[in-house]
């Protein structure tokens, strides 16, 4: 009964489920798509966890194009890109429509990003290496990979140490949590202080990176101009640079601590 409900739904419910807080292009470019697709999905009853693994799919598929060097290959990556786009945000609305809210969902939704972006970030130094056949591109990548990976775990890290706090403290009393919590759900991250640093202008780090490399992509195609190199040397400076900054000024300022006494409710 409950499946052919889901089935039944139309096109304005699911838009209802559509989060009203997002990423501004997202919302304007991915969710007028994503709820077709959505539909589909819940005709067929497909799983919001299969939904996430499509993406990863997708966006495999979409960075071994990039790392092409030959151009037309290459170019895959953005209509590819899109379509990872678009699943990711009809996954959560395929979940939301079935009243999934399950951790094996979450993690196949969040997990599938931590995976995929230090991968096309390692295609664009794979990409310049087997075109001017040469290593030091190919370390570029490497380097803007590895620091690009804490630069979207070391905030969960900084999640889990206080999660093991919290219930350290639960285990022997007692634990109050602030109330800010309580009346803002689904941005938990936001209130713990642990979204990352893209997320605090809106932008997710895969989402700029993908229309930053989109565009550089464009550029190099129309210009002739060695936009995917430049972008190359560019991510393997800042992403070193600002993991550095990151991580000095959460022990620094003391930060893990004081998001703790803020949950609690402590002064």
Known sequence: MVSNQLAALTIAEIEALQPRESVRLTQRVCRPVSKYLTWLFLRWRVPAAAVSAANIVVGLIGTACLACPRMGVSLLFIPLAYIAEVLDCSDGEVARGRGTCDATFAFADIAGHYFVTPLVVFALGLREGLQQQALVPLALGGIAAIFCTPTITLYRVRASILLEEMLDRASRGPVAVHSLLASRAGRLSGDFGF???????????????????????????????????????VTAIIFPLWRIYDYADAILAGKPAKELRRILGEP
């Not at 893209?198 to 129309?222: C, D, E, K, N």
Request: charged share 15%; aromatic share 8%.
């Open 195 to 233: 979204e990352r640093p893209t997320h605090r202008y809106r932008l997710p780090l895969g989402t700029g990176l993908t229309v930053i490399i989109s565009v550089a992509l464009l550029g190099q195609w129309l210009t002739g101009l060695r936009a995917i190199s430049w972008l190359l040397m």
